[in-house]
């Protein structure tokens, strides 16, 4: 089984900056790749970043060039950083991961979520 823990959310202005992290533990014999989502209220999940094990990135339009993604894959952590915040960015923020566990079975597992409140 494999498990995901999320931090770094919190409130911050508008303007500044946050750092989430997403650490992967448990049955991991390899991660393809992770991700982060969010949710606004009244809204549909959304796409933030993604980073393969090849640290090949994709990103949300409405985030280009104000976050970052990026990984450490000997702790199996992805980080998210997050600057020129705006109140839109205002959302619950998801972890994602996918790959194969050491039972060599695929896995899409999520975390339970990090909370990022951006005042004007």
């Known amino acids: 089984q494999v498990q995901l823990v999320e931090s770094g959310g919190g409130l911050v202005q508008a303007g500044g900056s946050l750092r989430l992290s997403c650490a992967a533990s448990?049955?991991?014999?390899?991660?393809?790749?992770m991700g982060w989502y969010r949710q606004a209220p009244g809204k549909q999940r959304e796409l933030v970043a993604r980073?393969?094990?090849?640290?090949?990135?994709n990103y949300g339009d409405s985030v280009k060039g104000r976050f970052t993604i990026s990984r450490d894959n000997a702790k199996n952590t992805a980080y998210l950083q997050m600057n020129s915040l705006k109140p839109e960015d205002t959302a619950d923020y998801y972890c994602?991961?996918?790959?194969?566990?050491?039972?060599?079975?695929?896995?899409?597992?999520w975390g339970q979520g990090t909370q990022v409140t951006v005042s004007p």
């Open positions: 994602n991961t996918r790959g194969v566990d050491r039972g060599l079975r695929s896995y899409d597992v």
């Open positions: 448990g049955s991991i014999f390899i991660i393809s790749d």
């Open positions: 980073i393969t094990s090849a640290r090949s990135t």
